[in-house]
Structures are given as C-alpha cells and as structure tokens.
C-alpha cells in the first residue's frame, strides 16, 4: 500500500466495504490523524482496533483480492489469510454459537447474539444473550424432562439443570461441579445486568470490556452444556436404537 491505494477501493467503495465488513466508519477522524488515504486509514485501523475486528477485516479483504483480475500474488494472499486465522482467534467468541434449530424465534435470537460478537460490540447483545441463555438451558429442561415455569430467572434455571447433571451423573470431575456452581451464582447477577446495564431497557449500557467478559463467561457455560448434551446423546443413542427394532417386531 506505499502509494496510499487499496486493492481496487474508490473512497466510497472503501467506505462501504469496511461498513459491511466489521461495522467501522474508516473515514472518521479516529483513523486520519497520520493521513486521509486509504492505506493510511487502513494502517490507523490495525493499531486502533482489537485483534477479532482486524482479522476479519484482513480476511474479508483477502476473499476480495482473490476474486480481482489482476490480484496480489497467491503467496501474499495465503500470508494474509493465516495473518487473519491467527488474529481471528482472539475473537471475544467464535462461532461456536450455531444457528441450527427448528424453533424460529431462538433461530433469530442466535442471529442477533452472532451479530455482536461478529461486529466486537457485546455491549449491544447482553440482553439478546440472556435471552438465548435462558431459552437454550429450558430448551435442554424439556429434552431431559427437568419441570420449570417459563418466568423462572436464568441462575434457577441452570440450578435445575446442573441437578439433573449431578444426578445422572454426567458430570465426572468434582472441579467442573464448582466451576458449574460458580456459573450458576453469576447467572443471578446476569439477570440484574440485563434489567438494568443493557438494551432491554432504557439503560445505560455496560462498558466494553465488562460486556466481553460477560460473552465470554456465558457462552463459554453454553459450549459446555452443548458439548454435555452431545456427549448424552451418544451415550443413549444404541438404548434407543435397540427399543425401536423391538418395537418393529410386533406383529400388529
């Protein structure tokens, strides 16, 4: 970038680019104090922005590169991607929140926590997240048959939850017993954060750096009951198996 250009980006299209990228306005002041072209602006961006928001940045303009008549060479652009790859995994939290299910509204919940993470502003999805938190742990309830009530908060709802883990004994270390504890006790405090530090109210929002720590606790407890739930599949999958050929040989 010595001549200050990018790729094949007029201002605007630069512009725009980035916008749909990662959210950021590259022609604000925050990123032409060493300059107001483009490669200048780009350079203020990676010193400016946090490690997730540059790699996808890079990423996204790497797939952009490729698709050029006349693109950078493919040595350059593999460097780039695994720049990107390495940047990426700072991420707040990655991907590991799916958006596979049958059940709209917790398919649009999903979108809208992805959506945060995705543009490094968890302070804008803390009251999506309780939601998706408290939606997936009844979710998983029903599924094992755990009785709850649809206005119990988030903190009673993985209690009942990690009881049920505790008595089928799919918990197998005493430390994750009190690391799941620990998550329940925080979960409480999530509640107050949600009615009173977030978007689903007239608020004012939590800082950033609070807001990703929250992300990252929840979705880390999300990942886990995912990983539990996977785990207990299997395990009853050849139980349920072997009840459906017994039922295929009744007669009638």
Do not use: W
């Amino acid at each position: 970038m010595s001549s200050g250009y990018v790729l094949d980006f007029s201002n605007e299209t630069f512009r725009e680019f980035i916008q749909e990228a990662v959210a950021r306005n590259i022609c604000t002041d925050d990123y032409s104090r060493k300059g107001s072209s483009k490669a200048k602006r780009l350079r203020a961006f990676f010193r400016a922005e946090p490690n997730h928001v540059v790699g996808t940045l890079v990423d996204a303009l790497v797939t952009h590169a490729r698709t050029l008549t006349d693109p950078p060479s493919s040595e350059l652009l593999d460097a780039c991607q695994r720049i990107a790859v390495r940047l990426k995994q700072s991420a707040p939290v990655l991907e590991q929140v799916g958006a596979d299910t049958s059940d709209a509204t917790f398919a649009a919940l999903t979108r809208c926590v992805r959506q945060a993470i995705d543009s490094n502003q968890p302070e804008t999805g803390l009251d999506r997240l309780h939601t998706f938190f408290v939606s997936l742990v009844r979710q998983v309830c029903e599924k094992r048959g755990v009785r709850g009530t649809r206005d119990e908060p988030a903190h009673s709802v993985l209690g009942k939850y990690l009881k049920y883990l505790k008595g089928s004994r799919h918990v197998h270390s005493d430390m994750t017993l009190k690391i799941l504890n620990y998550a329940q006790s925080t979960m409480d405090a999530f509640n107050r954060v949600r009615n009173n530090q977030s978007l689903a109210h007239p608020n004012p929002m939590l800082n950033y750096d609070e807001s990703l720590l929250i992300f990252n606790h929840v979705v880390a407890v999300v990942n886990f009951i995912r990983s539990v739930e996977q785990r207990v599949d299997h395990a009853e999958r050849p139980a349920m198996e072997a009840a459906s050929s017994e039922n295929s040989d009744i007669p009638f």
